[in-house]
């Protein structure tokens, strides 16, 4: 031990009120001390440095003499202050930034003592406490709390409610008091559970149970009532959290009112164009019915030339496009309010019911060929009867002269899955190659020429993907599109289930 050190120590013991304790006892606390010890000068002379502070800057004891306090200490107003206040009192506290031999800064937490060592000279002992963790963990804590209180005071779209447990409230956004007509003093130190705040106090009450049981309640529709009796809807969401040991409830509500008008208006008006559209379709139907019967019995009864004939065939077909067209509006529009359900079909029956229905159409040669490999059903809507009535009768009411139509099932797997394949061939005129991908994508807008079969085939796709299946077109005999068209849908198996 160095002499300063030696009355360093004497200077210890003379603060302690012990000055004749054996000097060994110091020794040992100042050698084995977890916190880092410089002794120094009021000049800032480094005298000894313990083990302690040796491991904290990464430097030998010679090496921090050397270096002394400039070298230790980066010079700032806390070290300023710290330096009077020592001169003054005695002693002093302060946070002081350090850095070590590897250029790393960090906040210590420091006391300075100031003694008289045995010859009379001043001495100066400082203890250091690296408490850089600390304030790292500070600085988060308090950008966090910036941060929330940006969010909650901030937010101008939801309304924000904070109430401990017992249900007193705590605090308030602005856009909770613009939004209900509350002001701040009607409602901080208050309970919920006497404000008329909610229209149900049942909706209140298991809103706070689940919150209390799962810690968290997400968009939940309750309805609040105003200070001027106004009623209004928001979707609710809760956060249990625990600040300090005490519970607190974060609430967030969204105030949908003006959407919840705007939905009911839209609904009245959506039940409105629905029977508009059903007293339409059907009045237009029978219309278009009974004129098609009046027209088929003229061409009957009366002996027409032909250019008078025409004059009644023409109308004859123009009646009967209205009425498919109206047909597979009907259909659509079954599809996109979802009235048909999905459920369990055999596909062959379904075939044979298309087959049934158009294998002998008047005044037509059409010759049908069936083959069903095996029984199976499908997953899907009765109206895909619809969507195989709709090709068959496409490829007959677009050929002329003799036309077969051949109908074909079979069972394959497809990316490791059960799928059925219906084919559906005709030996019409086909379909060119540029119009193959573009036959099915024709929706309500943009119709032109061909409507009602453009309408019939977007039907038929859609029907097929909404029952997760697949519909292209393609050439009968591969190669010339002149031989006839084959349809091709792709549909899965219903899964077997075992008993």
């Not at 959290?241 to 208006?265: C, F, G, Q, R, Y």
Request: glycine share 6%; net charge negative.
């Amino acid at each position: 031990m160095n002499p300063d050190q030696e009355q360093w120590f004497y200077g210890v013991r003379c603060l302690t009120g012990r000055p004749d304790e054996s000097e060994a006892g110091f020794r040992s606390l100042y050698e084995n001390s977890y916190d880092p010890i410089l002794l120094t000068k009021p000049d800032g002379t480094i005298l000894s440095a313990n083990p302690a502070a040796q491991r904290m800057f990464g430097m030998t004891e010679e090496d921090i003499v050397s270096a002394g306090r400039a070298g230790l200490v980066v010079v700032d107003e806390k070290l300023e202050l710290a330096l009077r206040e020592r001169e003054q009192k005695g002693k002093a506290e302060a946070e002081l930034t350090f850095k070590r031999k590897d250029g790393t800064i960090f906040v210590g937490e420091t006391t300075s003592s100031l003694f008289t060592d045995a010859d009379g000279s001043t001495k100066t002992s400082m203890i250091i406490r690296d408490i850089s963790e600390r304030k790292r963990a500070e600085e988060v804590l308090r950008k966090s709390e910036e941060k929330f209180a940006k969010a909650f005071y901030g937010n101008t779209a939801n309304m924000l409610l904070a109430m401990v447990g017992d249900g007193r409230i705590i605090d308030v956004n602005d856009t909770f008091l613009e939004i209900t007509g509350y002001s701040r003093r009607e409602l901080i130190g208050g309970s919920i559970n006497e404000l008329r705040i909610w229209k149900d106090t049942q909706q209140r009450d298991e809103f706070v149970r689940d919150l209390r049981k799962h810690g968290v309640v997400r968009n939940r529709e309750v309805e609040f009532v105003r200070k001027n009796d106004e009623i209004g809807v928001g979707l609710l969401s809760g956060q249990l959290i625990t600040l300090d040991n005490e519970e607190l409830m974060l609430n967030s509500s969204v105030d949908i009112t003006e959407l919840k008008e705007a939905e009911k208006k839209l609904e009245e008006a959506k039940s409105r164009a629905e029977f508009y559209l059903d007293l339409l379709t059907h009045d237009i139907t029978n219309y278009n019915t009974a004129a098609i019967g009046y027209l088929d019995i003229a061409q009957m009864r009366l002996d027409l030339k032909e250019d008078e004939e025409k004059l009644i065939s023409r109308p004859l077909q123009v009646l009967r496009n209205s009425s498919e067209l109206i047909a597979n509006v009907r259909d659509l529009r079954r599809v996109e309010i979802d009235r048909e359900r999905a459920e369990p079909f055999e596909i062959c029956s379904m075939l044979e019911e298309v087959k049934e229905a158009f294998e002998n159409p008047p005044g037509r040669d059409v010759t049908f060929i069936l083959n069903l490999e095996q029984s199976c059903s499908v997953v899907t809507s009765g109206l895909l009867r619809d969507a195989f009535a709709n090709i068959v009768s496409n490829a007959i009411k677009h050929s002329s002269g003799p036309v077969t139509v051949s109908i074909s099932l079979k069972r394959e797997t497809r990316e490791k899955r059960d799928v059925v394949r219906i084919d559906i061939e005709d030996t019409g005129p086909g379909i060119p190659d540029e119009r193959k991908d573009k036959i099915f994508d024709r929706g309500i807008t943009g119709l032109t020429k061909g409507v009602s079969r453009s309408l019939g085939l977007y039907l038929v796709k859609r029907l097929v993907e909404e029952h997760d299946g697949r519909v292209w077109v393609e050439d009968r005999v591969p190669g010339d599109c002149t031989k006839g068209a084959r349809f091709v849908v792709l549909l899965p198996v219903e899964p077997t289930t075992n008993s």
